[in-house]
């Protein structure tokens, strides 16, 4: 693993660390390397992960200075969309820590994850058109799918920055708290994770951003997996005796 991407092992989850602080953590090519074989080994080995950035920083963007250098035939590779997808479709749920700023392709990999976490100093923000050119990498989409088009829109083509209170307003933070809080705020969320059914966060993450024509359809299904294993078995006797125990 490339020392961009610093990858710490926890057990029942992962912390990945981006590492490039002389830079505010730019999102370049040996990042997005990096981050596809982190990829490759939580879908082989599914388990909750952090996203945060080094320096009190998260990532300011993808690496200008390598974009200023890409043509149309890079720009039809979906560099940074491709691995920001793979982000969003990981099995278990992916939670950013966003201390500082996330902007352009840093707020664009914050959007790709399930959960958001900032600090006071949190900016987030798609600067892109100031730049020549637009948040491709699924800004246009998904941040409309998380706050809704006005905000949406002052975000992409105003080029407003969102501070901390206007984004957990939004509810594009899940919540906010002090920078020396904020690992330990993740791993108390991802603590409430792992207690649940890893297979049942499984489905339900993989079905909540199914179509909605494939409704109840995939739910009955899951359900129905879900229905036949062990460990529904073992939790809802556990929770009828406890039921038992109360006076």
Not at 102 to 116: K, M, N, P, S
Not at 194 to 221: M, N, Y
Request: proline fraction near 5%; hydrophobic fraction near 45%.
């Amino acid at each position: 693993m490339s020392d961009v991407l610093l990858v710490e092992d926890h057990g029942d989850r992962v912390v990945l660390r981006l590492n490039r602080p002389d830079v505010r953590n730019a999102i370049g090519l040996e990042t997005v390397t990096a981050l596809h074989e982190a990829c490759a080994d939580l879908e082989r080995s599914p388990r909750v992960s952090l996203v945060v950035g080094s320096g009190g920083c998260f990532a300011a963007g993808a690496d200008i200075a390598e974009l200023r250098d890409r043509g149309r035939v890079d720009a039809l590779r979906g560099i940074n969309s491709g691995v920001f997808d793979r982000v969003h479709r990981l099995p278990m749920p992916v939670i950013a820590l966003i201390d500082g700023v996330a902007l352009g392709g840093g707020a664009e990999l914050a959007y790709a994850c399930d959960f958001r976490i900032g600090t006071p100093t949190t900016r987030i923000g798609n600067p892109e058109p100031g730049l020549g050119i637009m948040a491709a990498a699924g800004a246009g989409w998904r941040l409309n799918e998380l706050v809704g088009e006005p905000l949406a829109k002052e975000v992409l083509l105003a080029g407003r920055v969102l501070d901390a209170d206007a984004a957990l307003a939004a509810h594009l933070l899940n919540e906010v708290v002090p920078s020396a809080e904020l690992e330990a705020a993740g791993h108390r969320l991802a603590d409430r994770i792992v207690a649940q059914s890893s297979l049942a966060v499984r489905l339900t993450k993989s079905l909540f951003h199914a179509p909605r024509e494939a409704h109840p359809l995939i739910d009955d299904v899951a359900q129905a997996m879900l229905f036949e294993t062990e460990e529904k078995q073992e939790r809802m006797t556990a929770f009828l005796d406890r039921r038992k125990e109360k006076p």
